[in-house]
């Protein structure tokens, strides 16, 4: 991002919010593909 010359606060606070958001997502997403399954299914 320094190279394409952006802002330096934008590229630190980019940065540091991608590394934490990138640890948090990946089970949040598996919990809530796990909850669908594991939810009994509607009687039609």
Do not use: E, F, H
């Amino acid at each position: 991002m320094m190279q394409a010359n952006y802002n330096k606060s934008l590229a630190v606070g980019t940065a540091c919010s991608v590394g934490t958001l990138g640890i948090l997502v990946p089970p949040s997403i598996m919990l809530v593909l796990m909850a669908d399954r594991l939810v009994p299914q509607r009687r039609r």
